[in-house]
T-cell receptor, first 113, second 112 residues
Framework: AQSVTQPDIHITVSEGASLELRCNYS??????LFWYVQSPGQGLQLLLK??????LVQGIKGFEAEFKRSQSSFNLRKPSVHWSDAAEYFC???????????FGTGTRLLVSP | DAGVIQSPRHEVTEMGQEVTLRCKPI?????LFWYRQTMMRGLELLIY????????DSGMPEDRFSAKMPNASFSTLKIQPSEPRDSAVYFC??????????FGPGTRLLVL
């Protein structure tokens, strides 16, 4: 069965510093990969997705993610974090041909002044 | 465009009562999903529909839970009778292409 691991429960980053959130997946083939962000009391907003092609994908709000097949990873990055980026970030995987999203446990990002 | 609409946004009820959560997907989307989010179990898919037909309900926790989609613009998730362990945030999501899902704001349910 496919699974997603987000090893960091919490991360604190200074405003203006760079950010990398880790995501590893377990799946036999190349799955569809997603990053969602959830602000407190809100629903999930899609940041970016990877289906195929260029392994570096650009998303909204200045985020990007890189798919590395050899490492089964899909890490999320941002070069300069803003205080408004404080939220919970979820990595998710979907079987190609199916529609079931499997989510990681999330990483809560705190941004310090 | 309006996103996915869920109602109510908050629900407080007593154990044993019936609870009905509602969802209006984005117009033109042909897939609809119900998720539950708890601290202990994270985000779990409960059930999803394609073209108003339930495709996979393996995530529905037990017979107390039921979901319907009578038409392309409306779905309900019902819990009867409700129990305190059902307290969670319930999200509805819709998709136009069986790939990308767009989430609603959620319904925060508290069962006392």
């Amino acid at each position: 069965a496919q699974s997603v691991t987000q090893p960091d429960i919490h991360i604190t980053v200074s405003e203006g510093a760079s950010l990398e959130l880790r995501c590893n997946y377990s799946y036999g083939a190349t799955p569809y990969l997603f990053w969602y962000v959830q602000s407190p009391g809100q629903g999930l907003q899609l940041l970016l997705k990877y289906f195929s092609g260029d392994t570096l994908v650009q998303g909204i709000k200045g985020f990007e993610a890189e798919f590395k097949r050899s490492q089964s990873s899909f890490n999320l990055r941002k070069p300069s974090v803003h205080w408004s980026d404080a939220a919970e970030y979820f990595c998710a995987v979907m079987n190609t041909g199916f529609q079931k999203l499997v989510f990681g446990t999330g990483t809560r990002l705190l941004v310090s002044p | 465009d309006a996103g996915v609409i869920q109602s109510p946004r908050h629900e407080v009820t007593e154990m044993g009562q019936e609870v009905t959560l509602r969802c209006k997907p984005i117009s033109g989307h042909n897939s609809l999903f119900w998720y539950r989010q708890t601290m202990m179990r994270g985000l779990e898919l409960l059930i999803y529909f394609n073209n108003n037909v339930p495709i996979d309900d393996s995530g529905m926790p037990e017979d107390r839970f039921s979901a319907k989609m009578p038409n392309a613009s409306f779905s309900t998730l019902k819990i009867q009778p409700s129990e305190p362990r059902d307290s969670a945030v319930y999200f509805c999501a819709s998709s136009p292409d069986q790939e990308t899902q767009y989430f609603g704001p959620g319904t925060r349910l508290l069962v006392l």
